[in-house]
């Protein structure tokens, strides 16, 4: 069982910077592919970053936040990172992060775990 805190949500003015954390629980956190999602109002879930198991040393991200926002880990505080930066209005949208055991995957059914959503909103 692997239980996912994010933080670090919030309200930004177009063109700033967040950066997301994700804690998870246990003590198999390296052995879990880590992703990144985001639901806006009315729209469905989409991914947005992932990165791989162990050290992650394999990263992906959906075309429009390439170069914008950077996925990390820290296994060593069993943490997940994803850095925005020049944020725009449609990243407006709850974000979620997810684990999946091992293999990593851009497909919001694949993964078993969820945490319970941090609120990102940018304004115009």
């Known amino acids: 069982q692997v239980q996912l805190v994010e933080s670090g949500g919030g309200l930004v003015q177009a063109g700033g910077s967040l950066r997301l954390s994700c804690a998870a629980s246990g003590r198999t956190f390296s052995s879990y592919a880590m992703g990144w999602f985001r639901q806006a109002p009315g729209k469905e879930r ?20 390439k170069g914008r926002f950077t996925i990390s880990r820290d296994n060593a505080k069993n943490t997940v990172y994803l850095q925005m930066n020049s944020l725009k209005p ?25 945490g319970q959503g941090t609120q990102v909103t940018v304004s115009s």
Do not use: L, N, P, Q
């Open 46 to 65: 989409e991914f947005v970053a992932g990165i791989s198991w162990g050290g992650g040393s394999r990263t992906d991200y959906t075309d429009s936040v």
């Open 90 to 114: 449609e990243d407006t949208a709850v974000y979620y992060c997810a684990a999946r055991f091992a293999r990593m995957s851009d497909s919001s059914s694949e993964y078993d775990y969820w």
